[in-house]
């Protein structure tokens, strides 16, 4: 999550990326870590005029207001599946053959500013056939079945054109 929102800020500040950084410790100036969503929104809960940033399926469920953060286009968004969504369409045609892509502060009206894919690091040479097999098999799984489960848990499924590439894309690993 570090990560995602220190790209994004990066992305607006020129000052931010210098100072803090893109990283997945990034060097705050103030606020605490947490490593569990749950416990970052109790902690922002209790504290008048805190802001914490967390999964859309953990704030949603908090209680605690969420704010509409202003996008590419100068819009201000709130996060929801379809404006989650939106992200990986505008930035398909970006996408590199391994999708590695940054979908922060993507371009289109509608679209959430500060949204990732959630990553499966794969090797590209196999080591060991049978871990291979096993890998590619889950893979499949998760990219048929396992987007009805992910939906289920709050996670925005893949635009079918983006999940067909994915799925050719497991098809062809060995």
Known sequence: MNYIFSDFLSKLSPEFRAKVGK?????W??????SRCQDLLA???KMSGAIGYAELRCGEGSGLPI?????????????STKSISDVALAMESKMTDDFRASLTNAPGKESYPIVSFTWFYVPVHRQDLQRSHAVKEYLSWVYASGQEIAQAQGYVALPPSVLQKVRATVASLQ
């Open 23 to 27: 990283d997945v410790s990034p060097k």
């Open 29 to 34: 100036p103030v606020g605490a870590a947490f």
């Open 43 to 45: 902690s922002a809960a």
């Open 67 to 79: 704010a509409r953060i202003r996008n590419a286009a100068g819009e201000f968004v709130k996060p």
